[in-house]
């Protein structure tokens, strides 16, 4: 009896997490998932750990991380978009590779456009020494965006509740003038890929004020990307920051690739404001230094907001004229 029961809980088991199709085969059931701190915890306590020795590119780090992110598609479902998840480059004798998955979409029609998600995983390697300390870790720079994206992934591959494709692209080479996001940009331009559009995510993971928004957006005016979030989101998550064209963030993060060579709205979101962390490019950008209820809570308000653009009928994100260059 005692074996009985366990084959029946087995088969219980098996069933809820699979279907047949019309053909008999199985398949994947849609999975709503909610993104927690622990998640997004465990994550960062690699990435950003002694172990990669700040993920400099070329480095033995940025070779482990490489592996951690494409383990993490394996496990969680989201294919390789070229023939492996590598997409590698030079840069004279350093070898380097963004890291590309895709999640393809549910509408027959609408699964040809695709929405690019990203982040950069790699970073200075070292540091000004600062207590012995010479790794610079860099946990919210971008560890944080990094891991974003990948949760992003991991949710959209298990809910399918997207009907445009998804491209999850981790880029290397930020740190060295945004080569790995160009290189990739190139690529996909070159391939003829119906790109719609493309939001980076960078620093995400520190908490700006309370009478702030939550994030804010490069290059806000160049499109109506934010107030097309904020609608499906319920709320303003991204706004506006007036900092960021006297930084000229827009140009200095890995949107603006795609923005040159694929000509669509391409943004970076972020929550660092040059006032909420004194860690940038330092070697106490660590772990501990993070807010992860806050990361968890970015990713989870983010989400609607993502499938109200992926799933509208139409294009409705576009580009905007702009007067005044940032």
């Not at 860099?138 to 992003?152: K, Y």
């Not at 992934?153 to 003038?177: C, H, P, Q, V, W």
């Not at 119906?194 to 520190?206: L, P």
Request: aromatic share 12%; net charge negative; hydrophobic share 35%.
């Amino acid at each position: 009896m005692k074996y009985i029961l366990s084959v029946l809980s087995l088969l219980f088991i098996t069933a809820c997490g699979t279907k047949q199709n019309s053909s008999g085969s199985k398949e994947d059931v849609a999975e709503k998932i909610t993104i927690t701190a622990q998640d997004v915890k465990t994550s960062m306590e690699y990435l950003a750990s002694d172990e990669l020795k700040g993920r400099a590119t070329g480095s033995e780090g940025i070779e482990k991380a490489a592996v951690f992110i494409e383990n993490f598609f394996k496990k969680n479902g989201i294919k390789p978009y070229f023939e492996t998840y590598r997409d590698s480059f030079k840069l004279g004798e350093i070898d380097g590779y963004n890291i590309v998955g895709m999640i393809e979409g549910t509408d027959d029609k609408l699964k040809n456009e695709f929405i690019i998600l990203g982040g950069h995983y790699d970073h200075i390697g070292k540091g000004k020494t600062v207590e012995g300390d010479s790794i610079a870790n860099g946990a919210n720079d971008d560890a944080s965006g990094t891991i974003a994206a990948m949760e992003f992934g991991r949710y959209f591959s298990k809910s399918k509740s997207n009907k445009r494709s998804i491209l999850i692209t981790l880029y290397d080479a930020e740190e060295m003038g945004l080569k790995g996001s160009a290189h990739l940009a190139t690529k996909l331009k070159e391939s003829g890929l119906n790109a719609y559009t493309m939001i980076n995510f960078e620093m995400i993971g520190v908490p700006r004020a309370e009478d702030k928004s939550m994030a804010y957006m490069s290059g806000y005016d160049r499109s109506n990307f934010a107030p097309t979030l904020n609608k499906y989101a319920g709320e303003e998550i991204v706004g506006f920051f007036p900092k960021a064209k006297d930084f000229q963030l827009f140009y200095r993060s890995d949107n603006f690739p795609f923005f040159k060579e694929l000509n669509i709205p391409a943004h970076a979101i972020s929550t660092f404001d040059f006032t909420n962390f004194e860690y940038y490019h330092h070697v106490d950008d660590e772990a501990d230094k993070m807010d992860y209820e806050h990361m968890a809570n970015f990713i989870n308000k983010m989400i609607p907001a993502l499938e109200g653009m992926m799933n509208s009928n139409k294009r409705e994100v576009v580009l905007e004229a702009v007067i005044n260059e940032e």
